[in-house]
C-alpha cells in the first residue's frame, strides 16, 4: 500500500472513531434526559451536544468564550508531557506506565525545591524544573534496567512502581512537610519567586508551562526523527531482531528511551506545579499519565502530533464539563466518550476490510504492472 | 473426475493486511488415500495455504472443496468437522496436562454431565493407540515426554477428533533419524487405513521415500503435481528452485590472498538436544567466494547464528583476521567490517515499517559524516542513500516508502545495499536469493562476485545448487551438522555427485575435508 493510501487510512479512521464516539454519546444523552416528552428529550440532547462542542469555544450569547477557551489550553500542558513521555517510550516498544508516577514525583520534588532551595528569581524554577525531572528519570530507570538487563516485564513494573511513589509521597508528606497551620494536607506555600509567569492574565492558569510544552515538542520531534539516538529507539521499537542485527545496542536505548521517558513526565510535573499551584497537595495519582497514554496513541507515537491529540482529549475534558454545568448529563460521559474513541483506535481491526480492499487493490496494480513490465 | 478428490482448492489467492502476496491462484489437489508432499522453499507459500485449508487464514479469493463439497472454513474448528486434522511444527499441547488430558482437550468425556471422566479419556487414548498403532503413555505429563511421542499424541488428537485429512507441517524438523524412521512407518500404515495425508517439507530424501505425489509451490504460485515414483531428487530440486535458469555468470579467476576467517571446532547442541554443529572447522580467504551446500536444518543456520553471536556455541574458536571474535556483539562484528545478509530477511534483514532509508543506514548511523553534532546531516545521508537506491537498482517511490510495501526482490536489494556498501572485508550472504525474483537474483550474484574479486572473503551459504555451483570458487557440504566433503574447485562438479554427500550418503575422507584448514 502507498504511503498516501495508508494516510488516507489512518484519517478515515481516526474521523470514523470519533464519530462514532460521538454517536453513542448522542444515544447516552438522550436516554439519561430527566425530561419526559420525545421532543424535549431532542432538545436537551441538542443543547447537551451543543456545550460539549460548541461552548469551549463560543459562548451562548455568540462571543468566543475566552475563559473556556483558555482554561482547555491550559490543561493541555501537562498531557502534552506525559503525551510526549509516552511517545517515546512506546517508540521502544516499551510499554512503560510510568508517566503517571513520574508526573505525580515531579510535581513534589519541583515543590520541595520551589519551596526550601535558597535560589534567586529565574535560576529558582529552572533549577527546581530539572530536578523534579531528574528524579523521575532516576525512578524510571529502575523498570528501564530490570527490563533490559534482566528481562523483566516493564508494563508491570512500572505499573506498581507509580503505586510506590504515590504512597512514598504521602509519607513524606504527612511526616516531613506538611504545613501544620493548615487545616488540610499540603505543604508550605512555594517562594513566589518559583511560580512560572502567567501567559494571560485574569487566572487562567495559562503559564509558561504552555510555551516550554510546546517547545518540548518540537525538541522531541527533532530527537525522535533528526538524531541517531531517536532514529535507534525507533529501530528497536520497529523491530528490536533487526536493530540487533544491525549493530545497535539494544539494551542502552531501551534505557534510554525510558530515562527520557521519565524526564519529559517529570518535567511536565515540575511545569504544572509552578504554573498552576502555590503549593502541593497531590494525594493521589493525577491521571495525567493514563490520559498521556491516551494522547500517545492519538498521536499514533507520533510526537509532533502530541499537541493535536492533547487539545482534543482537553477540548472533550472541557466539552463535558460544560455540558455537566448547562444540562442534566453527568460529567462521567467524558469517561464513557473517552473509552469508546480509545477503544475504536486502539483495535486494529477496525475497519480491516475498508484497509484490506486498499491492500488487495495496490498488491493487484503491482501485480499487474509487474506482469506488464516482462 | 476418475478418481475421488479429498481436497481441492482452486484459484486461491491470499494477500495479507501487510500486502505481501503470499499465494497466487493455487491449484492444489489431494486424491483420497494418498501421501501429497506440499513442498517449497521458505516463504514459497506453503504454510500460508496449508493455514487456509485449516481455516486459520481466510483466502482473498478461491474456492475450496473437501470430499468434492464446496466448503467455507473460516476457523479450525469449520476444518475439524470437515474431517481436517492439521499437525503443526511447533506443538499445540498443554505441558502441565496428561497425555489423556490432551488428547481429549475441548470434548472431555463427562461423568453425569459435570465430572471429567478421567478413566474414559484415558480408554480413549489407549483405544485410538492400539487401534492406529501410535504408542503413547496417556498418564505421563506432556513436559516429561520426548518431542517424537509428543507428535504420536498431536496425530492422535487429530485422529480422535475425526479427521480422515492430515496435514502434517514439517513433521521431522525437530525429530531425530530414529524417530523420523517411525513416524514414516506410521504414517504409512494409516494410509493404508485409508487416511490421507499432506506432508510439509523440503527434504528431498523424506519426500522420496513416504510420498505418492507432490505438489511444488514456488513464489506463491503452484509450479505443477509431479508423481514421485517419476521424479528424482534431481528434478524435484529444479523445479523448487527453478534451475533450469542458465545465469552464465562470467566470473574471472580467483585469486585468493590472505586468509581473513578461521573456524575450528564449533560445536553446538539446540534446546531439542540435538547436536547441530558438529567439529566444524574450515578457513576462508580474502578474494575468494566459499561456498556452504547442503538440504536445509544441516547445520548451516547454526553456523551463520554462531559467526554473527546470535547463539553461544558449546566449544570451537572463531578468529577473524586473526583475532577470536567469538562472543563479540553484532556492532563490533560490524565495526571489523563484517557484513551479513541473513537468511530470514523479514525478521533480522528489515524493518518492513520503516522507510528504505531507515533500512539502508542501520548499520551506520554513527558514521560522522551523517552526523552533525547531535543531528543527522540529511542532506549526506540522502546523497549516499539515493547513490545506494541507484546502484542497487531499488525499485521504490520514494525513499520514504516503507520497506514492507516493496516486493521480495527489491526488500532483498535493501539488504545488500547496505551490507555490501559498508565496505565489507569478510560477507555472510545465507541464502542471498532465495525466493526473489531472477533480474534481482542475478544482479545480486553479480555483485558477490565483484566484491570477492576486489579483496573481500565471502562464505555464501545456499540450498540452491545452481547457486553454489555457479558462484563459489571452492565448496564444502554439509550434512547432519558435519562438514563431509570439501572441494577445491567446483568445475566439473557433477549434481548427483554432490547430492550424495548432502544426503548423508558418502562422506570424503577426513584427510581431504581437512584441506579446508590452512592457516
Known sequence: ?374 | MSEQLAIEMIDVTKIYPNGVVANRDVNFRVKKGEIHALMGENGAGKSTLMKILFGMEKPTHGEIYVNGDLVDLSSPHDAISKGVGMVHQHFMLVPSLTVAENIVLGMVPRKKGVFIDFKEAIKITQDYSRKYNLPVDPFAKVADIPVGMKQKVEILKALVRGAEILILDEPTAVLTTQETRELFIELKNLKEKGFTIIFISHKLNEIMEITDRMTILKDGKSVGIYETKDSTPESISRAMVGRDVVLGIEKEKSNPTDTILKVRNLNYVNAWNKQMLKNVSFSLRKGEILGVAGVEGNGQKELVDALFNFIEVDSGEIEFKGESILNLSQGQLRSRNISLVPEDRMLFGIAANASVKENIISDRSHYPKYNKGPLFNMSEINKDVNQLVDDFLINCSSLEQNVGMLSGGNIQKVVVAREFSSNPELIIADQPTRGIDVGATEFIRSKLIELSRSGAGVLLISADLNEVMELSDSLIIMSGGEIVAYFEDTKGLEDDEMGRFMLGIDRQEDSKIQEVCYE
Open chain 1, 1 to 374: 500500500m502507498s504511503k498516501r493510501n495508508s494516510l488516507l487510512f489512518n484519517v478515515v479512521r481516526s474521523l470514523a472513531a470519533i464519530a462514532i464516539a460521538l454517536i453513542v454519546a448522542t444515544f447516552l444523552v438522550f436516554f439519561s434526559s430527566t425530561s419526559t416528552g420525545f421532543l424535549e428529550k431532542l432538545a436537551d440532547t441538542a443543547e447537551a451536544l451543543e456545550a460539549l462542542l460548541v461552548r469551549p469555544f463560543i459562548k451562548a450569547n455568540g462571543t468566543f468564550n475566552s475563559k473556556a477557551f483558555l482554561d482547555v489550553l491550559a490543561s493541555m500542558i501537562p498531557i502534552m508531557f506525559t503525551g510526549l513521555a509516552t511517545t517515546v517510550m512506546f517508540s521502544a516498544n516499551q510499554f512503560n506506565l510510568g508517566s503517571e508516577g513520574g508526573i505525580m514525583l515531579g510535581a513534589f520534588i519541583a515543590a520541595l525545591s520551589a519551596i526550601y532551595l535558597p535560589l534567586p528569581t529565574i535560576i529558582l524554577p529552572i533549577v527546581s524544573i530539572l530536578l523534579g525531572s531528574l528524579a523521575a528519570m532516576l525512578v524510571l530507570l529502575i523498570p528501564a534496567t530490570l527490563k533490559a538487563k534482566l528481562n523483566i516485564s516493564e508494563m508491570v513494573n512500572s505499573l506498581m512502581l507509580n503505586y510506590i511513589i504515590m504512597y512514598l509521597i504521602n509519607f513524606v508528606l504527612t511526616s516531613y512537610v506538611a504545613d501544620r497551620s493548615k487545616g488540610q494536607l499540603v505543604t508550605h506555600q512555594i517562594q513566589k519567586h518559583a511560580a512560572l509567569p502567567q501567559l494571560v492574565g485574569g487566572g487562567s492558569k495559562l503559564s509558561v508551562g504552555f510555551i516550554i510544552g510546546l517547545i518540548a515538542v518540537i525538541l522531541v520531534t527533532i530527537f525522535m526523527y533528526r538524531t541517531r539516538w531517536g532514529y535507534n529507539i525507533r529501530m528497536i521499537g520497529k523491530n528490536q531482531e533487526f536493530a540487533r542485527y544491525s549493530g545497535i545496542n539494544v539494551a542502552f536505548y531501551i534505557i534510554l528511551a525510558q530515562a527520557i521517558g521519565g524526564i519529559l513526565a517529570g518535567m511536565g510535573g515540575a511545569v504544572e506545579m509552578l504554573g498552576r499551584y502555590n503549593a502541593y497537595d497531590w494525594k493521589a495519582l493525577p491521571g495525567y499519565g493514563w490520559t498521556g497514554i491516551t494522547v500517545a496513541i492519538l498521536a499514533n507515537n507520533n510526537p509532533a502530533f502530541v499537541p493535536f491529540a492533547a487539545f482534543f482529549m482537553s477540548f472533550l475534558g472541557k466539552g463535558t464539563e460544560l455540558m455537566s454545568t448547562y444540562s442534566n448529563v453527568p460529567n462521567q460521559l467524558l469517561n464513557i466518550i473517552q473509552a469508546i474513541i480509545f477503544l475504536f483506535f486502539a483495535a486494529n481491526n477496525f475497519l480491516s476490510r475498508y484497509r484490506q480492499r486498499l491492500v488487495v487493490k495496490s498488491a493487484e496494480e503491482e501485480m499487474a504492472s509487474e506482469l506488464g513490465g516482462k
